[in-house]
């Protein structure tokens, strides 16, 4: 069974920084296109970027383009989401979602539990 397991979450203050892991046990972490989505309070859940299982392209949601950054390393088994001019309305759980179909935004069957980030003003 592949799980995925998130780490790094806390509270920062707007305009900080935050880089989430995500490790990924039960299967091959290169096989799986990897993504990140977020979940606020009363909102619906929603992607924030993805890699492909080579590292070669990544996606990203508008809302958080050029501020930040999926990266991976398949020898670690480890997807990084590094977080960089964090406002109030980045507070979310971030989930951390393996073997997406595509990096389009659409998630795969394997989510983490999830990490809290809290973005004070």
């Known amino acids: 069974q592949v799980q995925p397991v998130e780490s790094g979450g806390g509270l920062v203050q707007a305009g900080g920084s935050m880089r989430l892991s995500c490790a990924v046990s039960?299967?091959?972490?290169?096989?799986?296109?990897m993504g990140w989505f977020r979940q606020a309070p009363g909102k619906e859940r929603e992607f924030v970027a993805a890699?492909?299982?080579?590292?070669?392209?990544?996606y990203y949601a508008d809302s958080v383009k050029g501020r930040f950054t999926i990266s991976r390393d398949n020898t670690k088994n480890t997807v990084y989401l590094q977080m960089n001019s964090l406002n109030p309305e980045d507070t979310a759980v971030y989930l951390c979602?393996?073997?997406?179909?595509?990096?389009?935004?659409?998630?795969?069957?394997?989510w983490g539990q999830g990490t809290q980030v809290t973005v004070s003003s």
């Open positions: 979602n393996a073997d997406l179909p595509s990096i389009l935004g659409r998630p795969g069957p394997y």
């Open positions: 039960g299967g091959t972490l290169r096989y799986y296109h």
């Open positions: 890699v492909s299982w080579s590292a070669g392209s990544t």
